[in-house]
């Protein structure tokens, strides 16, 4: 007769370990030789993923489902400083409260409160400053608007709505009216333009000049001031 046929109690007396609270603690002691290496496994894997999952995710959160699509693509920076040097490799310096790249082209630059300062070939020391302004960064040249005030080291000021200033070659000009002053008097014209050393100003079109201790005279044409 086999084994499986016998009755229970026939089965305790053949083998009478089989069911004692040994027995079932061996076998739970067996079992839980497999299972617990193959938990720690698991969960040494969930460490070592899991930071990676919620990196991932933060990213995607902050980087895109937060932000709108405009503000992703333009980029934008404060208390901006660009630096170059011109065609004799003389430094120049411009600077911003607010820098924007303009979308889709890398080499306009729309500027806050631009500031500008460079020195001429002459080694005369000029400083510019305006409202707003736009750095052209390939050709090196800043349009300002807005109150844009010049200042010369020899003791010139001037001051127009717009005017445009070639870092590379150390050239200002302006095409509205200006009005200006220095140590020898005033001057208002309907333009301007700083050239040769950066030692002589060029007044255009009509122009009304004030000397100190003179009489006003008025002039039709333009003509270069020290």
Same mark, same amino acid.
């Given at each position: 007769?086999? =084994?499986?046929?016998?009755?229970?109690?026939? +089965?305790?007396?053949?083998?009478?370990?089989?069911?004692? !609270? %040994? &027995?079932?603690? @061996?076998?739970?002691?067996?079992?839980?030789?497999?299972?617990?290496?193959?938990?720690?496994?698991?969960?040494?894997?969930?460490?070592?993923?899991?930071?990676?999952?919620?990196?991932?995710?933060?990213?995607?959160?902050?980087?895109?489902?937060?932000?709108?699509?405009?503000?992703? =693509?333009?980029?934008?920076?404060?208390?901006? +400083?660009?630096?170059?040097?011109?065609?004799?490799?003389? !430094? %120049? &310096?411009?600077? @911003?409260?607010?820098?924007?790249?303009?979308?889709?082209?890398?080499?306009?630059?729309?500027?806050?409160?631009?500031?500008?300062?460079?020195?001429?070939?002459?080694?005369?020391?000029?400083?510019?400053?305006?409202?707003?302004?736009?750095?052209?960064?390939?050709?090196?040249?800043?349009?300002?608007?807005?109150?844009?005030?010049?200042?010369?080291?020899?003791?010139?000021?001037?001051?127009?709505?717009? &005017?445009?200033?070639?870092?590379?070659?150390?050239?200002?000009?302006?095409?509205?009216?200006?009005?200006?002053?220095?140590?020898?008097?005033?001057?208002?014209?309907?333009?301007?333009?700083?050239?040769?050393?950066?030692?002589?100003?060029?007044?255009?079109?009509?122009?009304?000049?004030?000397?100190?201790?003179?009489?006003?005279?008025?002039?039709?044409?333009?003509?270069?001031?020290?």
């Amino acid at each position: 007769m086999a =084994e499986a046929e016998l009755p229970a109690s026939r +089965r305790r007396r053949l083998h009478p370990l089989a069911d004692t !609270p %040994f &027995a079932r603690h @061996s076998r739970f002691v067996g079992i839980m030789k497999i299972a617990l290496p193959s938990l720690a496994a698991i969960l040494l894997g969930l460490v070592v993923v899991w930071p990676k999952l919620t990196l991932e995710d933060s990213r995607f959160q902050v980087g895109f489902a937060k932000l709108p699509s405009k503000d992703v =693509e333009t980029l934008a920076m404060q208390n901006a +400083r660009y630096y170059g040097v011109d065609e004799s490799n003389r !430094p %120049f &310096a411009v600077s @911003s409260d607010l820098a924007v790249q303009e979308p889709g082209d890398r080499d306009l630059i729309r500027l806050k409160a631009p500031k500008a300062d460079f020195t001429s070939t002459g080694g005369a020391n000029i400083v510019v400053d305006a409202l707003s302004g736009i750095y052209h960064q390939s050709s090196k040249l800043l349009d300002l608007t807005g109150e844009v005030n010049l200042y010369h080291d020899a003791g010139y000021e001037l001051h127009t709505a717009s &005017a445009t200033i070639d870092l590379g070659r150390n050239l200002a000009r302006g095409v509205e009216p200006v009005e200006g002053h220095g140590p020898q008097g005033q001057i208002r014209s309907m333009g301007f333009e700083l050239q040769g050393k950066g030692r002589e100003i060029t007044f255009s079109g009509k122009s009304h000049l004030t000397l100190r201790g003179a009489s006003p005279k008025t002039q039709s044409k333009g003509a270069p001031r020290r």
